[in-house]
């Protein structure tokens, strides 16, 4: 069957406007691959009618007096539990402007999550243990993905277009100028660098009734 200009027109249209791509990027330093880097894909035009599934909650938890992930990356809006898997209580809290809240000494897991409603950098501590730390990254955009530890980080399902890529790291010596990228059909590689600082080890008291 041969389509009508018209039909065939808006056929190719559709067809250019669904397709998607994956970013692959490497995030190095001087010692090699960088871990728990954020990368983000800022869209440079809306995309017409585009719709994305609402943010999903994710986990930090507390084991080992440690909190787990250390870096997290959501979407504003992401419901975030903090389930305390220690045989200690915990008492968790951030006074980052982004995101200020606090969940009194409990145990096991808090009967509500902490919504995560405005994008920036958010560092989460314990009041009772100073050496736990965590830091969430919160975007506006859905594309986005941590580098694991040998530095790579892939962004996959990312509709074809023009976008400002930001990186982002808890460490990093230095704010990092975002750079433009173009995604087609297929895979766009990227090679990263950022400069972080080791991460601070804090003196810790790990008595059992502490």
């Not at 559709?14 to 691959?33: P, Y």
């Not at 954020?38 to 869209?43: D, R």
């Not at 969940?103 to 243990?129: M, R, T």
């Not at 808890?170 to 090679?191: C, L, M």
Request: hydrophobic residues 45%; proline residues 7%.
């Amino acid at each position: 069957m041969t389509l009508p200009g018209a039909a065939l027109a808006l056929t190719l249209a559709c067809c250019a406007a669904a397709q998607a791509g994956t970013l692959e990027a490497m995030v190095t330093g001087a010692g090699g691959g960088v871990e728990d880097a954020a990368v983000v894909l800022e869209p440079l035009a809306a995309a017409s009618g585009a719709r994305h599934a609402a943010a999903r909650a994710v986990n930090i938890e507390q084991r080992g007096r440690e909190f787990l992930p250390h870096v997290s990356v959501v979407r504003t809006g992401t419901p975030i539990d903090f389930p305390n898997n220690d045989s200690v209580k915990h008492h968790v809290y951030s006074f980052s402007p982004a995101k200020v809240f606090e969940i009194k000494l409990y145990a096991g897991k808090p009967n509500q999550p902490v919504v995560f409603d405005k994008p920036g950098e958010i560092v989460i501590g314990c009041n009772i243990h100073d050496w736990m730390e965590a830091h969430v990254l919160v975007t506006d955009s859905p594309y986005f993905a941590k580098s694991a530890a040998g530095g790579r980080a892939a962004i996959a399902n990312v509709p074809a277009g023009r976008y400002r890529l930001q990186l982002w790291h808890p460490r990093q010596t230095a704010r990092i100028a975002a750079r433009e990228v173009v995604i087609g059909d297929g895979v766009t590689r990227v090679s990263l660098a950022l400069d972080v600082k080791p991460r601070e080890v804090k003196p810790r008291m790990d008595g059992d009734a502490y």
